[in-house]
């Protein structure tokens, strides 16, 4: 990632999202009165939109007292709705403040290319498997398809994710902090079911998987931990994958940084070794204080971050407000967390949403009454292996400056007295 990368089209960056957040945090007396008419059919006439594409759609006064759309082929959403990613050039971010639960809609997964995004021929798309196997095999994606397949939800997040973070707070909104974490359901064929078939020579160590994209991304994976969850996969909630998350075919490694979970797959080479390619040797390696460079980190840690209220948003009125966000681990299930309303001072436990499941976005929930002053809203993790989301002190105290990969710190949001979330650090 650049610094000096622009918005593609500034007009399609996302609106505001004091805009979006005002209708979760207004629970006050106008705008209770406004859904009232609203329900009520009367007075819709004087209500007050706000300017979106959907200006130019008819909007009756009594919906019930006119025929609908009738069906459609492929829905789209209300034409109300206009959250979006934020694109730039190699990457977009998802839009976390304004998701609920914990699966990412295909359309707004965040995307990461090296060289655009493909455009491949499902027919004519093959993966090679050779190197160290009993018998090298060429596959179509719909031989893949007769193997047994299996699904399951994971989170994929970019490793560069919050990298911005790590000096000085950076981004606005938490789509711009942490934007470049997803989750969707992964349909595929388990790498061991492919593997049965092929054959295994015992000398193969390293799987090398390659892209078919304009940057023929490759990275080097370790066999022997990435067989028990790797799956090759073809779909992704429930339809083909976006060409932007790989189509016709990607590799998912549960937890790992998403730069291993390679996109437009069309190779797998066994190996006795890595392949020291550049996106594992100049990229994806961690630079320590003493000079030498963390290699081959693979696992994305436990992480968590305040989704609402978040930076950008504006709360309205002091009272009740549901905190709310996401946590997830690379190394397992969440198995706690904690959130401070005055600046990690204290902590309280958090409610977990089911379902609560290993290498996946976590929602929790906590309810908070503010009081009108300023404070500093903060959220931690654990994960079943016992690992603790760190302060970014504490990261910084091990990992040093040079780093940028690998920003798993706890996030604090300052509320202002006058009800504005900003991006700070402490
Ligand atoms: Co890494």
């Given amino acids: 990632m650049k610094n000096n990368e622009q918005p593609a089209d500034r007009k399609d960056s996302p609106p505001q999202s004091t805009g979006q957040s005002r209708s979760e945090f207004s629970l006050n007396r106008r705008t209770f009165l406004a859904t009232a008419s609203s329900a009520l059919g009367i007075a819709a006439a004087q209500m007050v939109f706000p300017a979106t594409s959907a200006t130019a759609t ?30 730039f050039s190699t990457r977009s971010l998802t839009p976390l403040q304004h998701l609920s639960g914990i699966i990412t809609p295909s359309a707004l997964h965040f995307e990461r290319h090296h060289n655009g995004v493909p455009v491949i021929h499902p027919l004519q798309h093959r993966l090679l498997v050779h190197g160290l196997v009993s018998q090298p095999m060429i596959f179509t994606v719909e031989e893949l398809k007769r193997f047994p397949a299996q699904s399951r939800i994971a989170f994929i997040e970019c490793s560069g994710n919050s990298g911005k973070e790590w000096k000085e707070p950076n981004g606005t909104t938490v789509q711009e902090t942490h934007g470049l974490t997803s989750t969707s359901e992964w349909t595929g064929v388990a790498l061991t079911t492919l593997f049965q078939e092929i054959g295994l020579k015992p000398e193969a160590q390293w799987i090398l998987a390659e892209g078919s994209d304009a940057a023929a991304l490759t990275r080097s994976l370790p066999l022997a931990s990435i067989l028990p969850h790797a799956l090759l996969c073809y779909a992704q909630n429930g339809e083909p994958l976006r060409p932007e998350q790989g189509y016709p075919l990607r590799l998912l490694i549960p937890g790992w940084e998403g730069n291993t979970c ?31 460079a963390r290699q081959f980190t693979f696992e994305m840690e436990t992480k968590s971050v305040i989704t609402s209220p978040s930076g950008g948003q504006q709360l309205e009125n002091p009272g009740f407000i549901e905190i709310r966000g996401l946590a997830w681990s690379g ?25 609560v499941l290993p290498m996946c976005h976590t929602r929790f929930r906590f309810s908070w009454k503010w009081n009108g002053g300023e404070t500093i809203l903060q959220s931690r993790c654990q994960d079943e292996t016992g690992d603790v989301q760190p302060t970014l002190t504490d990261l910084i105290a091990v990992r040093g400056f040079n780093s940028f990969y690998h920003n798993n710190a706890i996030q604090s949001w300052k509320v202002t007295k006058e009800g504005q979330v900003n991006n700070v650090q402490i």
């Fill in 331 to 355: 190394r397992g299930r969440i198995t706690q967390v904690d959130v401070s309303t005055d600046g990690g001072e204290s902590w309280q436990t958090a409610e977990l949403q089911e379902p």
């Fill in 58 to 87: 008819s909007v009756p006064n009594d919906p019930s007292r006119t025929p609908g759309k009738t069906s459609s082929a492929y829905g789209t959403r209300a034409v109300f709705v206009e959250t979006q990613r934020q694109f």
């Fill in 262 to 292: 390679i996109k437009w797959l069309r190779r797998l080479k066994l190996m006795t070794h890595p392949a020291m390619t550049r996106e594992e040797t100049s990229k994806y390696t961690d630079l320590m204080p003493d000079g030498t």
